[in-house]
């Protein structure tokens, strides 16, 4: 159960969020509730610490403090203004504008920034929702300094958080979540002609959400360690194991046919397995693939013991031992295969033990294991030898900074919501706004903001439907309604990372119970609320696409040529380091290129959203970013085989592999120019396929040595897979001149 918590909430940081933003609330509640404090006050100290807690996404304490501190004045200050302009309606909604421009424009400053403004912003509404008047500032004062001190303490007492503590957990979170991803690979393996497209669909899911938790810790890696080098040997362990994980999905897609699986099978939901032949995996060896892969999965989530002679040991080094040629059975080739990547696999598992737990008892080792932990010595050795490359990228400026075009946008919008908001209701108008302002967080182009505003309001509908009966039920009962709040505050937090729609719905719902607390509840508010939420998401909407827009195929166009040109640059750097070349940061630049492909999938979800009116535009959408995920796959698997050079002076760098890559790169950076420009001059070469200079080895005797071997075969997938980018991409062909 803890490995499977562990999995399916990487680093606790859904559960902790949720448990931080609840223990502050209660905190706040019991002390004002001790001094006698009336409903009002509770309520407004319940969404104050709210937003003293969901506001600070700074991950080092001492940052942290800084900016709880910054913020408490921000919100004293705000809350002041809101109950002064209480009665100038037309000053206080000119100032409610300015204050969410600035609020917006905020966030060029980076976190601290985005949680000042976002304090302002809240805490203005809170002024509003409470219905603040001078002669209630006070009382207001004193239920916002207590629910900052209360979010203090639930922050760094009660749930402390620390950038290791959280590293650490992400690390477990791989581990479970690796060990998931083997234990569908077991059900692929099993799988009849009925159900193997179904264990295929779990083998797609569990394969992104190990790639999704390498990401998270990635991001962690710079604040969860102090030294450098450390970091860079974890980074290096998870990408290995993150690639043999993958690698051996694809072996076992291929011993299930007698055609080589295509690496676009784990990437694109729905795509065919291969077929052509008999089932060679699923003879006399299936049950000794089975017992192999039962054994990985234990080695994955259990620590070999320390006393020699362990049975995990045995089973350690019995599949450490399919790294050697002599060890593998009597098979199918395309078996043999399978079994060669349990091997590689189990050497990743132990090379992420030994990073994760320190050093183990090597007194149970065989020689196919010491050998293996020889290869993981020289490799710790060899890293922190690469220059750090330092590049940083133009930003734009003025009215083009993402920033200003937000701030301007939703400035806009607001002022358009106020307006019709108040058109709806003269006491509640500020929900309009709050929809508004809403849809814009974390969105970059009008698509993003109608598909946000869309879910808001189908969570809202369904949100008042269990407002109302959570009213009914709860009546009168002060402290009963306040534990249902609770519990939705964390239900919404729980659920904020999974589902937007869920999100919303939750906090309808809790609205509904604040308003019964209020004694302002009746069926007409929660539908004016639906109401003033339509109006809201319709007044972004329209914002966006009028004020200085960005269309979504703009968007997706810039973030598709900047996965390319990082595709381009992780390729050219791995093929020229593999050639010879001199040692280069390659795992930080394919994690830049996973990271830059992450944003261009969520871009394009308003492009694959079942609401996308074009049929074809959503499948060509989704088939270019599996496509996509192909090529960044193959690219990490060659940067991660070109990072082992400085480490193994029996793997020579290969000069021939320099004129193979040079047409891949060519045809990356034409299909990139493309998309840049339409009317680009470059067009993507056609020619012979890298596949030739395989012939006439096999799997199991290669033409060239096993890992020039591997990394023509890396090229190859990754060669056809540039052309299949070339064709929905409409980028122009021409045949290779001679």
Avoid at 269 to 290: I, K, T, V, Y
Avoid at 331 to 355: K, N, T
Avoid at 454 to 474: E, M, Q
Wanted: net charge neutral.
């Amino acid at each position: 159960m803890r490995d499977r918590l562990a999995a399916s909430d990487p680093g606790l940081l859904r559960l902790t969020a949720g448990l931080r933003t609840v223990l502050a609330i209660s905190l706040s509640l019991a002390v004002l509730a001790l001094v006698g404090a009336d409903v009002t006050l509770l309520v407004a100290a319940a969404m104050a610490a709210m937003v003293a807690t969901f506001a600070i996404r700074e991950k080092q304490r001492g940052r942290q403090a800084v900016t709880l501190a910054l913020g408490l004045p921000v919100a004293l200050v705000s809350v002041s203004l809101g109950a002064l302009l209480s009665a100038h309606v037309v000053a206080g909604d000119l100032f409610f504008v300015a204050l969410i421009f600035c609020a917006v424009y905020g966030r060029r400053y980076g976190d601290r920034g985005t949680a000042l403004g976002l304090i302002g912003f809240q805490i203005y509404f809170l002024s509003l929702f409470v219905h603040a008047t001078v002669p209630t500032l006070p009382g207001l004062y004193g239920a916002i300094v207590v629910a900052f001190l209360c979010g203090a303490v639930a922050r760094f007492v009660l749930v402390p958080q620390t950038p290791a503590g959280t590293l650490d957990r992400l690390r477990r979170a791989f581990r479970a979540r690796l060990a998931q991803l083997v234990e569908a690979q077991i059900e692929l393996l099993d799988a009849g002609p009925d159900d193997v497209d179904k264990a295929l669909e779990v083998v797609r899911v569990r394969t992104a959400r190990l790639h999704e938790t390498a990401l998270l810790i990635q991001g962690r890696l710079e604040d969860g360690t102090s030294d450098e080098a450390v970091a860079r040997m974890l980074q290096r362990r998870i990408a290995d194991a993150e690639i043999a994980a993958e690698r051996l999905g694809l072996m076992l897609l291929t011993a299930r046919s007698a055609e080589r699986a295509d690496t676009l099978t784990l990437h694109l939901p729905g795509a065919p397995l291969p077929s052509g032949g008999e089932l060679p995996a699923r003879d006399e060896w299936a049950a000794e693939l089975r017992r192999a892969l039962e054994a990985l999965r234990l080695l994955v989530l259990r620590p070999v013991g320390e006393d020699t002679g362990t049975a995990l040991s045995r089973l350690r080094n019995r599949l450490l031992g399919y790294r050697e040629e002599e060890n593998l059975p009597d098979a199918p080739s395309a078996v043999q295969d399978v079994f060669r990547g349990i091997g590689e696999a189990a050497r990743a598992v132990l090379g992420l033990r030994i990073a994760l737990d320190g050093p183990q008892d090597e007194s149970a080792d065989t020689p196919a294991t010491t050998r293996s932990r020889e290869e993981l010595d020289a490799e710790d050795a060899a890293i922190g030898s690469e220059e750090e490359d330092e590049r940083e990228a133009a930003q734009p400026t003025g009215l083009l900074r993402p920033t200003t075009r937000a701030a301007v946008q939703v400035a806009v919008g607001s002022a358009l919501a106020i307006v019709g908001g108040e058109l709806l209701s003269g006491n509640r108008w500020y929900w309009a706004v709050l929809t508004c302002w809403i849809v814009f967080i974390n969105t970059a182009s009008t698509g993003e903001i109608l598909v946000k505003g869309y879910r808001r309001l189908l969570g809202t509908v369904f949100g008042v439907v269990a407002g109302i009966a959570l009213a009914g039920l709860v009546g009168h009962h002060t402290w009963t309604a306040f534990g249902l709040v609770l519990l939705l505050i964390f239900a919404m937090f729980y659920t904020a990372p999974l589902s937007y729609t869920l999100m919303s719905f939750f906090v309808t719902a809790m609205l509904g119970l604040l308003y019964t607390l209020l004694n302002t509840y009746s069926t007409s508010v929660l539908v004016l609320r639906v109401e003033e939420t339509a109006l809201g998401a319709a007044c972004g909407v329209f914002a966006a696409a009028v004020v200085l827009p960005v269309r979504t195929d703009r968007r997706t166009n810039e973030l598709l040529a900047g996965v390319l040109n990082r595709l381009a640059d992780v390729t050219r750097a791995a093929v020229d380091q593999l050639s010879g070349g001199p040692p280069a940061d390659l795992l930080d630049r394919a994690r830049e290129l996973d990271q830059a492909l992450a944003d261009l999938r969520a871009s394009t979800q308003p492009l694959t959203h079942p609401i996308a009116p074009q049929r074809s535009r959503r499948d060509t959408a989704r088939h270019v970013v599996a496509l996509l995920e192909t090529c960044a796959y193959h690219a990490r698997s060659l940067a991660a085989t070109a990072e082992l050079l400085p480490a193994y002076p029996s793997i020579a760098a290969d000069p021939r592999l320099r004129g193979v890559g040079r047409r891949i790169v060519h045809n990356i950076e034409a299909i990139a120019g493309h998309v840049t420009d339409p009317h680009a001059g470059s067009a993507v070469e056609t020619g012979p396929s890298i596949a030739s200079l395989l012939k006439p080895g096999t799997l199991a005797t290669p033409r060239y040595d096993r890992v020039t071997d591997r990394v023509l075969r890396h090229l190859q997938r990754l060669d056809e897979a540039v052309m299949g980018l070339a064709r929905p991409l409409r980028a122009p062909l021409e045949p290779r001149k001679a």
